[in-house]
T-cell receptor, first 112, second 111 residues
Framework: DQQVKQNSPSLSVQEGRISILNCDYTNSMFDYFLWYKKYPAEGPTFLISISSIKDKNEDGRFTVFLNKSAKHLSLHIVPSQPGDSAVYFCAASAGANSKLTFGKGITLSVRP | DVKVTQSSRYLVKRTGEKVFLECVQDMDHENMFWYRQDPGLGLRLIYFSYDVKMKEKGDIPEGYSVSREKKERFSLILESASTNQTSMYLC??????????FGPGTRLTVT
């Protein structure tokens, strides 16, 4: 049973526009959520996180929104840049020190 | 800067061989993890460890074992490699209450 779902396998966006990457979860015990970015032949790098006591966290061009009632989070990238082209993984844990459960990832392509 | 290193970037082994994948982190992190990444399946947790000599099974531990004799080193062992263990293997470490830092990965091919 997949507890973290990234239902769209890919997204293509024009440079300068907004990228919105979605993630849904089913486990109501999850209270800490992270986004990772992965380039080919490299390990994932941590991008941004949010705990369940917040509904928004912002870091530069990246903002994560959390809707606990809908068990949904999204990553917004504004403005999108070609260097943002990568695979993005959503991850969740029940407690910040617990193991992470990852989604399958979404491939973002930003067109120049 | 946190650094997580993995012993090999690319590895080719034969079916039935015993395979050791080594991971070392230099930031005194308590927690260490082994994942595999496969197309369409995302990252799946194999084993993790919250302390020296401690290990916990992840979601897909079958066919694997681990060893953590020192805090900075976490080894993944494939006792008898099989072709379905061909994958990208990723090691990660973390302090309590913080996100995980990943190594560059080892692309293992079992022929």
């Amino acid at each position: 049973d997949q507890q973290v779902k990234q239902n769209s396998p890919s997204l293509s966006v024009q440079e300068g526009r907004i990228s919105i990457l979605n993630c849904d979860y089913t486990n109501s015990m999850f209270d800490y959520f992270l986004w990772y970015k992965k380039y080919p032949a490299e390990g994932p790098t941590f991008l941004i996180s949010i705990s369940s006591i917040k509904d928004k966290n912002e870091d530069g061009r990246f903002t994560v929104f959390l809707n606990k009632s809908a068990k949904h989070l999204s990553l917004h990238i504004v403005p999108s840049q070609p260097g943002d082209s990568a695979v993005y993984f959503c991850a969740a844990s029940a407690g910040a020190n617990s193991k992470l459960t990852f989604g399958k990832g979404i491939t973002l392509s930003v067109r120049p | 800067d946190v650094k997580v290193t993995q012993s090999s970037r690319y590895l080719v082994k034969r079916t039935g061989e015993k395979v050791f994948l080594e991971c070392v982190q230099d930031m005194d992190h308590e927690n260490m993890f082994w994942y595999r990444q496969d197309p369409g399946l995302g990252l799946r947790l194999i084993y993790f460890s919250y302390d020296v000599k401690m290990k916990e099974k992840g979601d897909i531990p079958e066919g694997y074992s681990v060893s953590r004799e020192k805090k900075e080193r976490f080894s993944l062992i494939l006792e008898s490699a099989s072709t379905n263990q061909t994958s990208m293997y990723l090691c990660a470490s973390s302090l309590k209450d913080l996100g995980q830092y990943f190594g560059p990965g080892t692309r293992l091919t079992v022929t």
